[in-house]
């Protein structure tokens, strides 16, 4: 059921406007296939099955709108959670790390977060726990979802152009859009082993 493939074919596009909203706002979205689904999408989208632009315009406004969706989840929800006795996972010192992260980097990190899996679902629900401001979460917001949803899906209609039957090669490409979004992370943590040991 969460291969792209399949719910394109079995959903079309509602079932890819819903699977990008829910990836976006809802706390269980990161089990879902949000880049490889774009991705997929535009390889379709190069054979005709629908035209890229709606493809484009409908995943933009569903990333946009779950995006909001979590920030006001976190704001009005997520915070009371923190504030509630201390535990592993909620607890003050949470709320307060997460706050002084949103303020140095919140921007950035809202349109950063689209382009990697599992941080995506979460940094719009921690900028509400955060009380980022919402008139920056809404513009970065916009920025870093129509960003998203337009280059994602047109590197995969331009090379579903390219290649002859590109669904063949569905899987490997998925190995390698996951491991450049995790591309980052991991030089990040690498940097951190070899330079800044104390």
Known sequence: MLDPITIIKTAGLIGVFLVIFSESGLFFGFFLPGDTLLFASGLFASRGYFPLSILILGCGLAAILGYHFSYWTGK????KLFE??????FNKKGIDAAENFYTKYGPLT???????????????VIAGVAEMKYRTFFIFNLIGGVLWAT?????????????PNPDRY????????ISISFLPII???????????S
């Open 110 to 124: 809202i349109i950063a977060a689209r382009f990697i899996p599992f941080i995506r679902t979460f940094a719009p």
């Open 170 to 177: 569905i899987f490997p490409i998925v190995i390698f859009i």
């Open 76 to 79: 009005k929800i997520g915070r």
């Open 151 to 163: 280059f994602v899906p047109t590197v995969g209609y331009y090379f579903g152009g390219l290649i």
């Open 187 to 197: 030089l990040k943590l690498i940097y951190n082993l070899l330079f800044k040991r």
């Open 84 to 89: 509630r006795k201390a535990s592993f996972f």
